[in-house]
């Protein structure tokens, strides 16, 4: 590198050198760098930097350069990936020389400090090996081993290595890419140290937030500026934060407004309902013992059963919102469970539904021992409404399937229907509280809580119920609950 800068001490001479270090690279620059030339990168992240050798390297191998670098076997890596697979097939031609940059140092340092005969003595080995089969070729250097003696704290030893690297030019010609983490500097005190950094090298590429268009030098002249719009940040950082904190203060005064609004809703709707139960049953129970007694002319008794049907739908609306009410204030639907066999009690429920719908065919079977722990009258709840649900949105012409089946830890209740598949957009929801997914035209069929009740009842249980539907399989839903089983059934 026999025109690399050595810089005399005269005052002149350092401003020129001062100059030198301004002469700030481009990519132009990287894929075709001055021979000589000593630059340096200073970088704030390693992938700037990854990117910034693999474009100087890349360069050189498309340039027929022999290609030399010291670093850590980590970089070395990077370095690797970014040139791909021709970079693997330079390293076995010989075009490129890798060496461990610690391994390397300790050949020539002595004593904390690198000594002049034996760098001089390694580098010449080094680069003969590196330009054996072709001695005409560029040489491109990249080199990290300051950069590991400053990260160590031994400066000194890294200005000086700086400036060996200078002297190495008077017998070798090369152009040699040197990198510094900014991270170097960031102690009180750098800056002179910095500029002695500066002043060893022909060209320097900025760090990669200023851009190749700064001065890492004006970086740190300005440190000053950086660090007062450092507290500017902080104080509109501090300023946004109280206003978040403001925010949530309103938003959690809006929700607990929210929440006591629908408490005392859900509160109200209760209390409705437990206050029309008693006159509905009533109406209900007195248009009863008229049919009974057949105190209505012949031609009446059809307007009276309306009547009962309707009181009928109104009262079982009633006690669906007085579920939903225990649901959302009480903590869940209360459950008093009893070891019994449900066979029975699901035989029951679909003779009633039989004998109130004679036209409809409904199968039903039961597999295994069926004894678990339950509420008798809320599982009556959930098979009637599974059962109901069937017979009202399945089709008639097509029979009901209901199986019953106990295993070693649980019973499933399955409940399958042919006809109009339920919309698959519903059955996410299909659970939730006022959800319905089709409509009789003409007919009033409730509130859609028949199936939110059926959850909210099965998971009292410690149960799970899902749900599936199709053009194909048609629409089926399994309950499935816990046995709990005793010690012994008594």
């Known amino acids: 590198m026999s025109a690399v800068l050595k810089f005399p001490l005269s005052p002149a001479a350092d401003e020129s050198r001062h100059a030198a270090a301004h002469r700030h690279v481009n990519s132009d620059f990287l894929v075709a760098p ?26 050189g191998l498309s340039a027929g350069d022999r290609l030399l670098v010291i670093a850590t076997p980590e ?46 003595s390694l580098l010449s080995q080094v680069v003969a090996r590196t330009k054996a089969k072709s001695p005409h070729a560029s040489l491109r250097a990249y080199g990290e081993m300051v950069d590991l003696l400053w990260r160590e704290g031994n400066s000194d030893a890294a200005i000086r290595l700086e400036e060996l690297w200078n002297d190495a030019g008077q017998e070798h010609t090369f152009s040699l890419f040197c990198a510094y983490t900014v991270g170097n500097f960031y102690k009180e005190g750098d800056g002179a140290r910095f500029f ?30 950086l660090e007062d719009a450092l507290r ?12 978040l904190r403001a925010c949530l203060r309103r938003e959690q005064g809006a929700r607990a407004q929210a929440e006591e609004a629908a408490a005392f ?24 013992v008229v049919m009974m007694r057949g105190e209505v002319a012949p031609e009446g008794e059809r307007r009276l059963e309306r009547l009962v049907a309707s009181a009928t739908r109104m009262q079982r609306m009633i006690e669906q919102l007085l579920d939903l009410t225990r649901a959302r204030l009480a903590g ?25 719908n004679p036209a409809r065919e409904i199968a039903y079977r039961k597999q295994g021992d069926c004894w678990a722990s339950v509420d008798t009258d809320r599982f009556e709840q959930v098979v ?8 009202t949105h399945g089709s008639a012409a097509k029979p009901i399937s209901i199986t019953l089946s106990g295993s070693a830890l649980a019973v499933q209740l399955i409940v399958h229907n042919d006809g109009q598949p339920i919309d698959s957009k519903f059955l996410p929801c299909l659970f ?39 053009t194909e399989t048609g629409t089926t839903f399994e309950a499935t609950v816990p046995k709990h089983e005793r010690s012994s059934r008594g």
């Not at 209390?271 to 109406?283: E, F, Q, V, Y």
């Open 265 to 288: 809703r859900e509160l109200f709707v209760g209390m409705l309902g437990h206050d029309l139960r008693n006159p509905l049953n009533t109406i209900l129970n007195t248009a009863r």
């Open 384 to 391: 009637a409404n599974l059962v109901g649900n069937a017979i």
């Open 75 to 120: 970089h070395h890596k990077s370095f690797m990936q970014r040139l791909g697979p021709p970079g693997a097939q330079a390293v076995q031609s010989g075009m490129i020389t890798l060496l461990d940059a610690r391994e390397t140092l300790s050949n020539f340092m002595v004593d904390g400090a690198p000594d002049p005969a034996r760098f001089r």
């Open 34 to 59: 001055a021979q000589p030339s000593h630059f340096v990168q200073f970088y704030e992240e390693e992938e700037s930097l990854f990117d910034t050798v693999g474009q100087f390297l890349g360069a």
């Open 232 to 243: 500017a940040a902080l104080r509109k950082r501090t300023q946004a934060e109280e206003e």
């Open 332 to 356: 869940g639907i209360p459950i008093a469970r009893s070891w019994q066999d449900l066979d029975p009690l699901v035989s029951r429920i679909v003779a009633e539904t039989r004998g109130a």
């Open 432 to 470: 939730d509280p006022f959800a319905r997914t089709e409509k009789t035209p003409g007919r009033s069929e409730g509130l859609g809580l028949g199936l939110y009740i059926v959850d909210r009842i099965i998971k009292a249980h410690d149960g799970i119920i899902d749900a599936s539907s199709s």
């Open 196 to 225: 002695d950094v500066c002043r060893n090298h022909t060209h320097i590429v900025p760090t990669e937030s200023f851009g190749r268009q700064k001065a890492l030098e004006k970086e740190i002249a300005h440190r000053k500026d």
